[in-house]
């Protein structure tokens, strides 16, 4: 588990164990003890799969390629996360993400355990059938730990619905005669996907944010000027204002924030920035998302890098450094790229009011440590990313009972489940001094460890 997550559970731990009304039949030495143990517990995964595939490419040659499953905790339900396809993913960094998904599962309620995988690749270097073969060998190598009652993959980063067909048509081949639907999540709707899996994280992700700058902010109004709490002052400044945007990654998550954003009446906002790997887009009066989120279809999802295909499309944009979105004057930075994003060397060029974690950790410890202090409100990943993981789980329930939902009440369910969630952490956020990723935390780790007592493992 990467320090960062460490940290934050170890002071939810810390923070449970002076709780007197936190298993309170729990004292003394036993109490003690009983929480060594739930460090122990939820800093370590329980099992790190590792294989090398081996890979015949096209040209001939035998690509030895590593690739990983890490499974962190069950005590919740079957392990479950996605697969990265990228070239800089390493263990480290899979057994953190396997850890959120852990922490994410337990706070929104989703009967799953946290699991994830990795394989070294950059995608974009491979053929199609190449690719088809080391999707098919990750299956291959780690057919006995996966499946629909023990662990669930899903995609993540450089993989999609067509990788995810791909290996669960690999699972069938493999254990003819069981179930197999329940084997991957993200799949494409005809092969027993959900309708609204591609953009549930992009939505949700909106979704967290309109729903407390929005929502809760009109309903809690009391709740928010009683208080001296400086995010309570930070969320009120925002009140009933446009609120400008900006959003760095324009994939499966980024897009559709950015459309759910620009599409949506409800805060008047302006999406003036975007950015992927090679370019951030600005205009301070607004970007025109749909074009661009066309463009990118025609384009393996890269955004337009030349003044000439701007024109092309009829969109202004002035076109800088990908690192550029990071630092521009706006109330909301939404972070739908990579992880380590804002860390302890540029922190201080950030201007943004309220951040949003998209993706998984791309605030460092020190940087998030610097924002909050100043009263910048960070949304935490395993509150506003949840989506994804939310329909993964109708998809797995909807494959049990080869009974499939509208796409209406797929994000029905989705928004009705992640308010709950916001509705439990928000009142406490805004009354206690901790930040949100603090409060999420110390909610998701409160579940996970009466669990782990009531079923016996802290002995
Ligand atoms: P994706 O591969 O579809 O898109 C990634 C985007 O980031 C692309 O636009 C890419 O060009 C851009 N990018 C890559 N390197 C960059 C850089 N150095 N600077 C700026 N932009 C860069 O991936 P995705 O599915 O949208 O996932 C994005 C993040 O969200 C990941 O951290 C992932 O783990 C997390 N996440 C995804 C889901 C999901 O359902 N897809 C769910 C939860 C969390």
Redesign the pocket.
Known sequence: MISQTRDIVQKSLDALLEDEHFLPELQGEARKQSFTSLTAILSTPNHIHKSFLRVPLENGRVDRIPAFRVQHNNALGPYKG?IRFHEMVNEDEVVNLASLMTLKNSLHDVPFGGGKGGIIINPREYTDKELNLIAKKYVQYFSDVIGPDKDIPA????SGEREMDWMMAEYKSIHPGYPYRGSFTGKSVINGGSLGRRE??GKGVYFTLRYMMHDFIKNQKNLLTKTDNVFAKTALNYENKPLTISV???????SVAALEAYQSTHLQNKVVAV???NVTLYNADGLDIPALVEFTMRNK??LPVTDDQLKEIDVKADISD?EDVLYLDVDVLIL????DQIHKDNVEKVKAGIIVE???APVTTEADEFLSDKGIIIVPDILA?AG?VIVSYFEWLQGRETQFYSEDEVFKLLFEKMQTTLDTVLPQFFGDPFPLRQNCYIHSVTKLSTILYRQGKLY
């Not at 760095?248 to 980024?254: A, I, T, Y």
């Not at 739908?336 to 992880?339: D, F, G, Q, S, V």
């Open positions: 996605g995609p993540d980063m450089g549930a994280t760095q990654g324009f994939g499966n998550v980024g950015s992927d790997r999802g890269d990908r739908a790229a990579l992880e998209g993706a998984n990313n994804g």
